[in-house]
C-alpha cells in the first residue's frame, strides 16, 4: 500500500506538470526541466487545487528512465492499475481495460488480433490514397486561404487525413467520420468543458466510473460496435471490425465490452494523435520558416531531408504526454527506492526534450540524426501499434505541403486543448502563403 499523500512531501514542491489548467496555457517546458535536472525521478503528491487527487506517484522525465521502464513490463505493469493516473477500483480496472491495459502474454495475443492490419507493408498499401487525400485538403486549404485569409489549421486541415484514412483500417463508411471524430472529441477530452459534458475535475463523474475516461458518450460508441459487428459478421472484410467480429483469445470469445473498448482505443489513438501531430507541424514551420526552406530545398535538389524531417515533427509533436505504470515489485530506479504497488508515471514530452538524449532540443532541426524519440512508446511490448500509418500521414503531409506552400503564418491566437493527457491543440488560425 503506498503511503498517504499528507503523509510524503513533493520532491519539487510549487512545480506544477499535473494540472490541466497548465497544459491549457502551454506545455511546461520549464517546468519538466527542473524535473530532469533537479529529481528525474520524483514524488508527485497529486494536489491540485489544495485537494488530493490521488496516492501521488513517481514521475519519470529522462529519456533513459523512461525507456527503461517501458521495457521491462515484468516490473511496471501496465495492467495492475492501468495506464491512467486515475486509481481505479478493481471493477472499474476490469471495464475500462483495453490492449492498452494488459501485459503480455495476454496483451501480445490481443496485439495479433490487428498486427497485420496495422502492419507496415500493409499500411503501405494506402499510401496512394493518403497522397490524394492529403492533396484535395491542401488544396482547398489553400484556396481558402487565398488573399491572406486566416484558416483554422485544425478544422481546415489536421483533422481530416488521420480520420479518413482510419475509416478504412476499421471497416466503418466514411459517411460516420464526422460523428466518430465528435464522439472521440468527447471522450477523450474529458477535462475540456468545450467537449465534455462532464469534466472529469469539476462535476461528480463517479456516475460513469466504470466507462472509459469516464465520459458517458462510450456508451454511444459501444451501441455502434454492437450495430457494426452485427453486420461485419454477414459481411466480413479486411478490416478491424471484422476481425472483432468473431476474434477469440486465449480460448474465449472477446465479450462485447472488451470489444467496444478495443474499437474505441483505436478510434482515439489513429486519429486523436496524427491529427495533433500535424497541426504542431503547422505551426513549427511558422515558427521555424528556414526549415520550410530547407525541406523544399533538400527534394528539389536530391538532399531528400524528408525521412529525418518525419521523424523530427514527431519529437517536435509529441502528442501523448504521458502514460502510466504500476511497480509489480519493491524496486529501483537511478537508485530511488519505490514500493510494490506504486504508480510510474513516465512523461513522454519531458523524454522528447531531454538534453542528455537530443543536441540542442529545442531547436526544430529536420536534418536531426539520430532522433530516437519517444512519441510511440520507449519500447517494449506497447510500442505504438500505428507508428507505420502514423508516418506514412506526415510524409504524405510534408510532401504535398513543401509543393504547395511557400510559408505559414500564425493569424491569431493558438487555443490548446484543457488536457494534461493530450497535448493538442483545437483551434490554430494560419495564413498558407501559396507558392
Same mark, same amino acid.
Given at each position: ?68 521502464? $517501458? ?204 491529427? $495533433?501531430?500535424?497541426? $504542431? ?91 530516437? $524519440? ?62
Amino acid at each position: 500500500m503506498t503511503e498517504r499523500p499528507d503523509t510524503r512531501p513533493d520532491t519539487l514542491a510549487g512545480v506544477d506538470i499535473l494540472s490541466h489548467d497548465v497544459y491549457e496555457i502551454g506545455v511546461p517546458h520549464d517546468a519538466y526541466a527542473r524535473y530532469r535536472s533537479i529529481a528525474p525521478i520524483a514524488w508527485v503528491n497529486e494536489t491540485v487545487d489544495n485537494r488530493h487527487t490521488g496516492s501521488g506517484f513517481w514521475a519519470v522525465t529522462r529519456w533513459d528512465d523512461l525507456v527503461d521502464v $517501458h521495457k521491462d513490463w515484468r516490473r511496471f505493469s501496465s495492467e495492475v492499475g492501468g495506464t491512467e493516473i486515475e486509481e481505479l477500483e478493481p471493477d472499474a480496472n476490469v471495464a475500462r481495460r483495453t490492449m492498452l491495459e494488459t501485459d503480455p502474454p495476454r496483451h501480445t495475443r490481443l496485439r495479433q488480433l490487428v498486427n497485420p492490419t496495422f502492419s507496415r507493408a500493409t499500411v503501405q498499401t494506402y499510401a496512394d490514397d493518403a497522397r490524394a487525400l492529403v492533396e484535395s485538403v491542401l488544396d482547398d486549404a489553400v484556396a481558402g486561404s487565398s488573399s491572406g485569409r486566416a484558416i483554422d489549421a485544425v478544422a481546415t486541415i489536421a483533422r481530416e487525413l488521420p480520420i479518413r484514412m482510419l475509416t478504412a483500417l476499421l471497416g466503418v463508411p466514411d459517411s460516420d467520420a464526422d460523428m466518430l471524430f465528435h464522439w472521440a472529441d468527447q471522450i477523450v477530452y474529458h477535462a475540456d468543458p468545450e467537449f465534455s459534458g462532464a469534466v472529469v475535475d469539476q462535476t461528480d463523474t463517479d456516475p460513469y466510473r466504470l466507462l472509459p475516461f469516464r465520459s458517458p458518450i462510450s456508451l454511444q460508441v459501444f451501441d455502434y460496435v454492437e450495430r457494426m459487428l452485427a453486420s461485419k459478421r454477414s459481411n466480413p472484410g479486411a478490416d478491424v471490425l471484422s476481425v472483432l467480429a468473431d476474434a477469440v483469445v486465449d480460448g474465449t470469445p472477446l465479450s462485447e465490452r472488451e470489444q467496444g473498448t478495443f474499437f474505441l482505443l483505436l478510434l482515439i489513438a489513429g486519429n486523436e494523435t496524427t491529427r $495533433h501531430t500535424l497541426t $504542431h507541424a503547422l505551426l513549427a514551420f511558422a515558427e521555424h520558416p528556414d526549415q520550410l526552406a530547407r525541406l523544399r530545398k533538400g527534394m528539389a535538389d536530391g538532399s531528400d531531408l524528408l525521412d529525418t524531417a518525419v521523424e523530427e515533427v514527431l519529437r517536435w509533436a509529441c502528442p501523448q504526454i504521458h502514460f502510466r505504470r504500476t511497480a509489480t515489485i519493491d524496486t529501483e530506479l537511478r537508485g530511488v527506492q519505490m514500493r510494490k504497488g506504486e504508480k510510474v508515471v513516465t512523461w513522454y514530452v519531458a523524454a522528447n526534450f531531454d538534453p542528455e538524449q537530443f543536441t540542442d532540443p529545442f531547436v526544430f532541426d529536420i536534418g536531426r540524426t539520430p532522433n530516437r $524519440h519517444v512519441t510511440f512508446g520507449g519500447g517494449g511490448p506497447h510500442l505504438c501499434l500505428g507508428q507505420w500509418m502514423a508516418r506514412l500521414e506526415v510524409r504524405a503531409f510534408l510532401t504535398a505541403f513543401v509543393q504547395r506552400v511557400e510559408r505559414v503564418e500564425i493569424a491569431g491566437k493558438v487555443e490548446r486543448i484543457r488536457s494534461n493527457f493530450i497535448n493538442g491543440v483545437k483551434r490554430a488560425p494560419i495564413i498558407l502563403v501559396p507558392r
